[in-house]
Structure formats: C-alpha cells, structure tokens
T-cell receptor
C-alpha cells in the first residue's frame, strides 16, 4: 500500500537526550514536511523539503534538525536545545504542483 | 506564522443533525483544504478547493471556497457517531511560499447517539 509511515508511534526520552523520529513515504512525492501539534492547537510547521538534499525552516525550527538524503525519507531530530519537546509530531508529503498534503499516523514524543 | 480563524472551537450535536463550521482569514488564499483527525492519528484529507466560489461534495460533506477568497465553509449533513473527531481547515496563502500550508486550530465535533 502507498502511504506515509512514521515510527515509532510512541517515544519516551529523558530530558537532555536527542531523539530522531522516522518518516518514510512511497508515494513518490517530492515535498515532505514536519509539523508539531499541541493539545487544542493547530499544526505548526517545523521544517519542509521540496527536493532531495534541500530543506527549509518552518515557523518553529529552533531545537530541531532534519536531513533529506533520499526522496523517500525525511527524519526529524529533536535536540536537547528544544525547550518543550513533548508533543505529537506529524510528517506529511505532497507532489510538487499541488498543495494537498498527506499525513502519516504521527509520533507522540514524551520527554521525562 | 499566520493562523486561520476557525469556528466554532467545539460542537456537541445529536446524531442526525447537520453541522456547519468555517474558517476565515484577513489574507487571500488560493487553496483551501479540509481535514479530519481521529484521536491519536494523523489528519486525513476530506476535501480540496481551488477556485473562488467552488462548491465540492464528498458524501455527506460539502465544502465551499468563499467568493472573497478569505474564507471557507464545511457542512456535514445527517451526522453519525463516526463523524466524531477534530476538523481542520488549511490553506495556501496567495503570495506565500510554495508548499507552506496554514492551519486553523480545529473544530472538535462530538456526536451523541
């Protein structure tokens, strides 16, 4: 089945540790995105990538890093510099010429 | 980043009732999208709108691209319990960076059987 796969579904980390969230898509989409969702809030854009080996900061990029070495993969690292990392993280992808984004099932990160 | 004004924040309705929600902005948008999110899951695209005045249906769902290009509406007819969830509007702002969507804060819908 074509789609976007995020893993793991739930992630627990100790404060001060970096953690990497996985996002893989087999939709042949060029663009990929990472969003953060907090309770009662809309989705806020962290990073996005329009093409392999290129990515742009979104609205809340501080404390996060990404890479885009392959078209199918767009991992997100939550670093120790992120002051409030506990949240629900959503990965999405879209084709170049359209604005319709398709989402993965999300990763809930809890930092203790 | 700019947020869309989505209302109402929450709705409690009886099964069988119709539902209306909307999204407004002070800026012009050239694309409007409506998503539904179930608890603990990612949003699922319901309807996409690309032209001012466009009215599009998907089963019991109907959405409209406002004529001013600054708003959009979603209606759900004859609600059923599985309609429960959070509905988000999203849009691509005219003149904005390619591929960047702006999201509303969502409307939480509860349907009483």
């Amino acid at each position: 089945d074509g789609g976007i796969t995020q893993s793991p579904k739930y992630l627990f980390r100790k404060e001060g540790q970096n953690v990497t969230l996985s996002c893989e898509q087999n939709l042949n989409h060029d663009a990929m995105y990472w969003y953060r969702q907090d309770p009662g809030q809309g989705l806020r854009l962290i990073y996005y990538s329009q093409i392999v080996n290129d990515f742009q900061k979104g609205d809340i990029a501080e404390g996060y890093s990404v890479s885009r070495e392959k078209k199918e993969s767009f991992p997100l690292t939550v670093t120790s510099a992120q002051k409030n990392p506990t949240a629900f993280y959503l990965c999405a992808s879209s084709i170049v010429s359209a604005h319709e984004a398709f989402f993965g099932q999300g990763t809930r990160l809890t930092v203790v | 980043g700019q947020q869309l004004n989505q209302s109402p924040q929450s709705m409690f309705i009886q099964e069988g009732e119709d539902v209306s929600m909307n999204c407004t902005s002070s800026s012009i948008f050239n694309t409007w999208l409506w998503y539904k999110q179930d608890p603990g899951e990612g949003p699922v695209l319901l309807i996409a709108l690309y032209k001012a005045g466009e009215l599009t249906s998907n089963g019991r769902l109907t959405a409209q691209f406002g004529i001013t290009r600054k708003d959009s509406f979603l209606n759900i007819s004859a609600s059923i319990p599985s309609d429960v969830g959070i509905y988000f509007c999203a849009g691509h702002r005219s003149g904005g960076s390619n591929y960047k969507l702006t999201f509303g804060k969502g409307t939480l819908l509860t349907v009483n059987p």
